[in-house]
């Protein structure tokens, strides 16, 4: 026995043998998962009175196996135990040498015949296993008997002439894609003490038109009535956990359901697409709803979101075109993205004390929201999040705001009164593009003093900052793709974070004397950068040496801004990046840098040659001249020096 069966107490893990005739030891009660899988010697097995159970694929691919001899106590057959073999083929492909409606396994009902109309299942079958009546299409009527506890995977999948079933009490589990398929099926009575439906049972079941679940459900699986598009009224009393991922998805006639009080959960795709559906009232534990659990149904008009809703996923009411009215209650703290977009009816929106994150696009195509309050402990609204809400006229931000995503509040066309706080620390770009009535004549966004943003229908290459203003907010100028040059007013004071980032064409940038800070990467992304004037600021203000080269270009070009105290400052950090600076000005062409190192004495006899040799290759010949001038006029006449000319 031991160089044969590998046995655990009462389960026979697996077969190692090579005889053609097996019979199973007594005591063992369970032949295990893939147990005598690809036994291909094997001709006929026997079971004693002990066995139980055959778990999935226990004989699976044993192909020679043409008989199986089983007592009553087998109660359970696994899927595909007997897939591949000549005993399973026979019965699913032989209808001539094959009189009896059923092959039975113990008290499994195994196979019916392919041409079966009617099935009447005997007293005394505990199981009808997976795949038993799949594809006989001829079935026309099935009446489960008292014994049955158990339907099986795709037990009755595809029996296109099945028109009604019930489905007795006593069952107590129906598998996976039971009834997966059969399309004719109109009338399903499920009685009371049915615990379990696994998933995608009753899925593409199209012509179902209603369903009462029982209180007895404990457990209601994935996919389930997926696509039953002529579902249009649900009824669950049983004491459910959640509605599983893609329950009801595409039932495009679904009108009604009844919620048990129990649910705390809504999966993914739920109700996707169930475009006739009107009304959502969730149940009071529910705390979280799944992605796009309810995206695309058009005609749900009346939405109750829980007190303590805890989660919410992407997509999770989008194009929900006539619901009416949102409350987020406090217990949510992330909005997500796309939540809501696509609601275009909503007319009130109220946001409780408590959610911290507006996610992108989470509001976006609101037509008809005319107000909206966000309150305080918002810390972050992200891209597009209110875009297209073109019916808005008010817009208060909370003083917590400290992020205000790219296009925020993009072409909200009748926006007019607006209060931003001080504390938004980053500024995406283009947070108000299309919000004419914020746009002044000269495109600039400006509210309390302070520049948000430039808008033009056409793109420029210059900007200057009107004196009206004193502080440009964080992402005032981000991506301006046209802009090479920027001036900001004498009154400028106050420089945001990322407030000229990805402006990929910006060359020059001129800053106020009162400007002594500037935000975070205030240039970042910006390729092209040349100069940046600041007269007052320090070289070693600026974090990266790029920056830093920079604003000695700029000192160069602006001196005459610069107090005595910053000059002498540039004078020494010029002295000690001679070369880099020298080097970016002559590739740039800039003469009138090079001309004012020279002229100041900066640039080093050890250095010049060099210099020299890089403007003569790069043909820039005014500056070869200035070097040259400078040679004659500053640096003492030595051998060294000779080699060096005009030509």
Same mark, same amino acid.
């Not at 009816?345 to 966000?374: P, W, Y």
């Not at 980053?426 to 000269?442: E, P, R, S, W």
């Given at each position: 026995?031991?160089?044969?069966?590998?046995?655990?107490?009462?389960?026979?893990?697996?077969?190692?043998?090579?005889?053609?005739?097996?019979?199973?030891?007594?005591?063992?009660?369970?032949?295990?998962?893939?147990?005598?899988?690809?036994?291909?010697?094997?001709?006929?097995?026997?079971?004693?009175?002990?066995?139980?159970?055959?778990?999935?694929?226990?004989?699976?691919?044993?192909?020679?196996?043409?008989?199986?001899?089983?007592?009553?106590?087998?109660?359970?057959?696994?899927?595909?135990?007997?897939?591949?073999?000549?005993?399973?083929?026979?019965?699913?492909? #032989?209808?001539?040498?094959?009189?009896?409606?059923?092959?039975?396994?113990?008290?499994?009902?195994?196979?019916?015949?392919?041409?079966?109309?009617?099935?009447?299942?005997?007293?005394?079958?505990? +199981?009808?296993?997976?795949?038993?009546?799949?594809?006989?299409?001829?079935?026309?009527?099935?009446?489960?008997?008292?014994?049955?506890?158990?339907?099986?995977?795709?037990?009755?999948?595809?029996?296109?002439?099945?028109?009604?079933?019930?489905?007795?009490?006593?069952?107590?589990?129906?598998?996976?894609?039971?009834?997966?398929?059969? /399309?004719?099926?109109?009338?399903?009575?499920?009685?009371?003490?049915?615990?379990?439906?696994?998933?995608?049972?009753?899925?593409?079941?199209?012509?179902?038109?209603?369903?009462?679940?029982?209180?007895?459900?404990?457990?209601?699986?994935?996919?389930?009535?997926?696509?039953? #598009?002529?579902?249009?009224?649900?009824?669950?009393?049983?004491?459910?956990?959640?509605?599983?991922?893609?329950?009801?998805?595409?039932?495009?006639?679904?009108?009604?359901?009844?919620?048990?009080?129990?649910?705390?959960?809504?999966?993914?795709?739920?109700?996707?697409?169930?475009?006739?559906?009107?009304?959502?009232?969730?149940?009071?534990?529910?705390?979280?709803?799944?992605?796009?659990?309810?995206?695309?149904?058009?005609?749900?008009?009346?939405?109750?979101?829980?007190?303590?809703?805890?989660?919410? +996923?992407?997509?999770?009411?989008?194009?929900?075109?006539?619901?009416?009215?949102?409350?987020?209650?406090?217990?949510?703290? =992330?909005?997500?993205?796309?939540?809501?977009? $696509?609601?275009?009816?909503?007319?009130?929106?109220?946001?409780?004390? $408590?959610?911290?994150?507006?996610?992108?696009?989470?509001?976006?195509?609101?037509?008809?929201?005319?107000?909206?309050?966000?309150?305080? $402990?918002?810390?972050?609204?992200?891209?597009?999040?209110?875009?297209?809400?073109?019916?808005?006229?008010?817009?208060?931000?909370?003083?917590?705001?400290?992020?205000?995503?790219?296009?925020?509040?993009?072409?909200?066309?009748?926006?007019?009164?607006?209060?931003?706080?001080?504390?938004?620390? #980053?500024?995406?770009?283009?947070?108000?593009?299309?919000?004419?009535?914020?746009?002044?004549?000269?495109?600039?966004?400006?509210?309390?003093?302070?520049?948000?943003?430039?808008?033009?229908?056409?793109?420029?290459?210059? /900007?200057?900052?009107?004196?009206?203003?004193?502080?440009?907010?964080?992402?005032?100028?981000?991506?301006?793709?046209?802009?090479?040059?920027?001036?900001?007013?004498?009154?400028?004071?106050?420089? $945001?974070?990322?407030?000229?980032?990805?402006?990929?064409?910006?060359?020059?940038?001129?800053?106020?004397?009162?400007?002594?800070?500037?935000?975070?990467?205030?240039?970042?992304?910006?390729?092209?950068?040349?100069?940046?004037?600041?007269?007052?600021?320090?070289? +070693?203000?600026?974090?990266?040496?790029?920056?830093?080269?920079?604003?000695?270009?700029?000192?160069?070009?602006?001196?005459?801004?610069? +107090?005595?105290?910053?000059?002498?400052?540039?004078?020494?950090?010029?002295?000690?990046?001679?070369?880099?600076?020298?080097?970016?000005?002559?590739?740039?062409?800039?003469?009138?840098?090079?001309?004012?190192?020279?002229?100041?004495?900066?640039?080093?006899?050890?250095?010049?040659?060099?210099?020299?040799?890089?403007?003569?290759?790069?043909?820039?010949?005014? =500056?070869?001249?200035?070097?040259?001038?400078?040679?004659?006029?500053?640096?003492?006449?030595?051998?060294?020096?000779?080699?060096?000319?005009?030509?």
């Amino acid at each position: 026995m031991e160089t044969k069966f590998i046995i655990e107490g009462v389960l026979l893990k697996r077969y190692i043998g090579e005889e053609h005739y097996v019979t199973i030891p007594e005591g063992v009660k369970i032949i295990g998962e893939e147990a005598f899988k690809d036994c291909r010697s094997l001709y006929e097995v026997t079971l004693p009175e002990s066995v139980e159970r055959l778990e999935d694929a226990a004989f699976q691919w044993c192909g020679s196996l043409q008989k199986v001899f089983a007592t009553n106590s087998v109660i359970h057959i696994g899927r595909d135990v007997f897939s591949g073999t000549p005993f399973y083929k026979f019965y699913c492909e #032989n209808e001539t040498d094959w009189q009896e409606p059923f092959c039975l396994v113990g008290r499994c009902l195994l196979r019916a015949r392919r041409n079966i109309r009617q099935a009447i299942i005997p007293e005394g079958i505990t +199981e009808i296993a997976a795949d038993a009546f799949a594809g006989c299409v001829l079935l026309n009527e099935v009446r489960i008997s008292s014994t049955v506890i158990s339907l099986g995977w795709r037990a009755f999948k595809e029996c296109t002439g099945l028109t009604s079933l019930v489905i007795p009490g006593n069952v107590k589990i129906v598998g996976w894609r039971c009834f997966l398929g059969c /399309l004719r099926l109109q009338s399903v009575e499920l009685r009371e003490g049915i615990e379990v439906l696994e998933g995608g049972v009753f899925s593409g079941c199209r012509r179902l038109t209603g369903m009462f679940l029982p209180a007895s459900l404990k457990h209601l699986g994935s996919w389930n009535f997926f696509e039953c #598009n002529n579902l249009s009224n649900v009824i669950i009393r049983g004491n459910l956990d959640g509605i599983g991922d893609w329950t009801f998805a595409g039932c495009s006639n679904l009108q009604q359901v009844s919620l048990p009080d129990s649910l705390t959960y809504i999966g993914v795709e739920a109700f996707r697409e169930c475009i006739n559906l009107r009304t959502a009232l969730l149940p009071d534990k529910i705390v979280k709803i799944g992605r796009r659990a309810f995206a695309g149904c058009h005609c749900l008009a009346q939405l109750h979101l829980p007190k303590q809703l805890a989660t919410m +996923e992407d997509d999770a009411f989008a194009g929900c075109w006539d619901i009416k009215k949102i409350s987020i209650p406090g217990s949510l703290k =992330i909005i997500p993205y796309q939540a809501f977009s $696509g609601c275009d009816n909503v007319q009130k929106l109220t946001i409780a004390s $408590g959610v911290k994150v507006i996610e992108d696009i989470a509001f976006s195509h609101l037509c008809h929201l005319r107000q909206v309050i966000i309150p305080e $402990g918002v810390i972050s609204i992200g891209k597009g999040a209110f875009s297209e809400c073109n019916s808005m006229e008010k817009l208060a931000l909370p003083t917590s705001l400290q992020s205000l995503g790219e296009r925020a509040f993009a072409n909200c066309n009748k926006l007019q009164q607006l209060i931003l706080p001080d504390s938004i620390k #980053n500024i995406g770009a283009h947070v108000f593009a299309g919000c004419t009535k914020l746009i002044a004549a000269n495109g600039y966004i400006i509210f309390a003093n302070i520049i948000y943003g430039f808008e033009k229908e056409q793109p420029v290459e210059e /900007l200057y900052t009107p004196d009206n203003a004193n502080i440009l907010a964080s992402g005032a100028f981000c991506q301006q793709l046209g802009v090479q040059q920027i001036k900001l007013s004498a009154k400028m004071n106050i420089v $945001g974070e990322g407030a000229f980032r990805s402006c990929p064409k910006l060359r020059e940038v001129y800053l106020s004397s009162a400007i002594h800070d500037l935000g975070k990467e205030p240039f970042r992304d910006c390729p092209s950068l040349l100069a940046v004037s600041a007269p007052g600021m320090e070289p +070693e203000d600026f974090a990266e040496d790029d920056l830093r080269l920079a604003v000695a270009l700029g000192f160069c070009r602006t001196v005459e801004k610069f +107090e005595p105290r910053l000059v002498q400052l540039y004078h020494k950090y010029i002295a000690s990046n001679c070369s880099s600076l020298v080097k970016k000005a002559i590739n740039a062409n800039l003469l009138d840098v090079v001309v004012y190192i020279t002229k100041h004495n900066l640039l080093s006899a050890e250095l010049f040659p060099e210099l020299l040799i890089v403007a003569q290759q790069a043909n820039t010949l005014e =500056i070869v001249a200035a070097l040259l001038d400078y040679r004659k006029l500053q640096i003492a006449a030595g051998s060294q020096f000779t080699k060096f000319s005009l030509e």
